[in-house]
């Protein structure tokens, strides 16, 4: 590396070697009450009609509970299906859901993060859903229209644990406009990172543009890790988390903050932006404003924040001005799995409470809340991911961006590991990034491997 960032030995002391053991446990094919005639089941969900998530409470409470109250009884089953809303914290609700798993209580069917998923098998509150519901959660049609990518957000070691809501994906948005001012293709996909160092080279001959946007430091939290550093960590061939061993002084890791190095040392970025509070606002307002040239973030960025009619950065001419790209490794097969191109998803995932008195009815409504009809009718005309490929070609069919996220990113995509220190890691990543964005140089990061037995920075 050119540069040596100074605060990544104690940034990157998180990405050592962490050792955690998943919880095993048992199940049988024929789940209890399966032949039951009377049956009560759960929905748990943060979200509540009139509050935070009100669409996703009232199709629960006004389509899946009637819906399939009915098709219960056409089986000659009598149903009754309750919703349990929270409209709190997110934090809040995952604690709440921790201590009614704990406790064996719970709804039978739950919506979490896909990001806890992880964190709460090792805890041993959750269990793989076929021991819990038996072979059908197997042989469910609708895995065969989730892609295997897709399906990782609700799997934790290869065993599956819930099923995807719906997800996103990370690219690279582009100015035409500035693009053809700079002698770039509209039609621009580089297949390498030199190749976007390259298309911001040109960038930098225009007035008043920055020509690279790629999130960094702690400021920009979260979106730090997701827009930037774990991309690129994929496309160097690098997981953030794998075989037990968080990745400390790894080459993947040295290449993803040498490339920081030389988009923000080498002045095709801004680094103060990467400091301000609301810098991830600003820039957004920048590139709407026509001032940035080439900015990595997820689909949201198209739906919510430069759509022409409800963004919060609205850009009038967004569907000829705006270009998009999938996010090279950085060489071609370099990226993780030998892949020419990378990106991260995120995403809400259901999952089956193992304590169900029901857990064979419990698997079916679950499912029955991921049918083609039932996420159609969740959607309710809104063009949004979905898990579901078969549901995506129907009503993403107006919309060529989302389109292009479900078609050619969903299916190389990659997930955080959803594990209780993550977030902690994260943070050391974010760190690392933001001295290297800074220019601050020093002592080398821990080498991988090395085993600690607390947390450190």
């Not at 070697?17 to 049956?39: Q, R």
Request: proline content about 5%; aromatic content about 8%.
């Amino acid at each position: 590396m050119s540069a040596k960032p100074r605060r990544a030995t104690g940034a990157l002391a998180a990405l050592t070697a962490v050792a955690l053991a998943a919880t095993a446990c048992g199940g049988s094919d024929e789940p209890a009450g399966k032949d039951a005639k009377n049956i009560t089941l759960t929905i748990s969900a943060n979200s509540i009609v009139g509050g935070k998530n009100s669409a996703g409470a009232e199709w629960i409470e006004k389509w899946v509970i009637p819906k399939f109250v009915e098709a219960q009884k056409a089986k000659g089953v009598t149903a009754k299906v309750t919703f349990v809303p929270s409209g709190v914290d997110d934090e809040q609700y995952k604690t709440k859901l921790a201590l009614d798993l704990r406790s064996k209580g719970g709804a039978d069917v739950i919506a979490v993060d896909g990001i806890w998923v992880g964190e709460f098998v090792q805890a041993g509150y959750l269990k793989p859903l076929s021991e819990v519901a038996g072979k059908q959660a197997d042989s469910w049609e609708g895995w065969s229209q989730i892609p295997e990518t897709v399906q990782g957000l609700g799997s934790f070691e290869d065993k599956r644990y819930g099923i995807p809501l719906g997800t996103d994906g990370r690219v690279l948005y582009y100015n035409k406009k500035l693009f053809a001012q700079a002698g770039l293709p509209a039609d621009w996909q580089p297949k390498s990172w030199q190749e976007i160092l390259d298309a911001g080279a040109k960038l930098k001959t225009l007035p008043g543009v920055t020509p690279i946007q790629i999130n960094a430091g702690t400021a920009m939290g979260e979106a730090t890790s997701m827009q930037g550093a774990l991309p690129l960590l994929a496309g160097a061939g690098g997981e953030i988390y794998k075989d037990g061993k968080w990745a400390g002084a790894t080459q993947p890791v040295k290449d993803v903050l040498d490339f920081y190095t030389k988009v923000y040392g080498g002045g095709l970025g801004d680094p103060k932006l990467q400091q301000e509070a609301k810098g991830r606002d600003k820039s957004f307002a920048e590139f709407a404003a026509g001032k940035i040239g080439i900015l990595a973030e997820g689909d949201y960025f198209w739906r919510s924040v430069i759509n022409p009619k409800s963004g919060i950065a609205k850009m009038a001419d967004r569907d000829t001005t705006v270009g998009y790209a999938m996010i090279p490794a950085k060489q071609p097969g370099a990226g993780i799995r030998g892949q020419d191109f990378v990106s991260m998803s995120g995403g809400g995932v259901r999952v089956l409470n193992p304590n169900s008195k029901f857990p064979s009815q419990a698997w079916e409504l679950l499912s029955f809340m991921h049918s083609a009809e039932a996420v159609k009718a969740e959607l309710a005309g809104e063009a949004r991911i979905t898990a579901r490929q078969d549901v995506n070609k129907e009503v993403l069919a107006g919309d060529p961006m989302l389109s292009f996220v479900t078609e050619k990113v969903l299916p190389l995509t990659a997930y955080r590991p959803p594990l209780a220190v993550y977030p902690q890691v994260s943070v050391a990543l974010q760190e690392a990034t933001a001295a290297a964005a800074s220019g601050k140089s020093g002592r080398r990061v821990p080498e991988e491997g090395r085993r600690v037995r607390r947390w450190s920075r």
